[in-house]
């Protein structure tokens, strides 16, 4: 009985496709899913180091006043928590898995021209507003001064009661 199963086994093996790619011969093809190695789209990063700080291994370094990207790809696990925190969504998972390579080597991304205007132009908008609430804070103060003191000398209550 056992002689009969595997030949029929044998039969359906030698007229089927094989069940593994040729790879060698024919690209690759990656399944739904594949977790192959992060890429960043500096067009939309505005360096806030989310990343960084949700790396469980410490792959990703976020300089911003070098205005640089970078990671370090045979440190990263491919856990997607980078991607999956990044708020402006820079980050995502390429299906193409990390080249071997006999170094482990450090990738750097620069913020684009376009990306450093606009960042620079946040930074002026930030201070804009940071200037005019202390213009704010200053006019509220120095009205209550003057009203403090003008009550004051209104009642009598501060001045020589010698």
């Known amino acids: 009985m056992s002689l009969v199963n595997f030949t029929k086994t044998e039969l359906k093996n030698l007229f089927r496709k094989p069940a593994t790619e040729k790879y060698p011969e024919g690209p690759a093809t990656y ?11 500096m067009d939309a990063c505005v360096l806030c180091g989310v990343c960084q700080m949700r790396c469980p291994t410490r792959a990703i370094t976020v300089d911003r006043k070098g205005q640089t990207w970078s990671i370090k790809p045979f440190s990263c696990i491919q856990c997607r928590r980078c991607v999956d925190n ?3 969504k820079s980050l995502s998972m390429a299906k193409e898995y990390t080249e071997p390579d006999s170094q482990k080597i450090q990738k750097e991304y620069e913020l684009s021209d376009r990306q450093k205007e606009v960042l620079a132009a946040q930074a002026r908008q930030a201070a804009e507003r940071a200037k005019a609430a202390m213009l704010a804070a200053k006019q509220k103060t120095s009205k209550v001064k003057p009203e403090a003191s003008s009550d004051a000398n209104a009642d009598g209550s501060k001045g020589d009661e010698k």
């Open 86 to 88: 990044c708020p402006k």
């Open 31 to 41: 399944k739904e899913g594949t977790r192959g190695h992060i890429v960043n789209n």
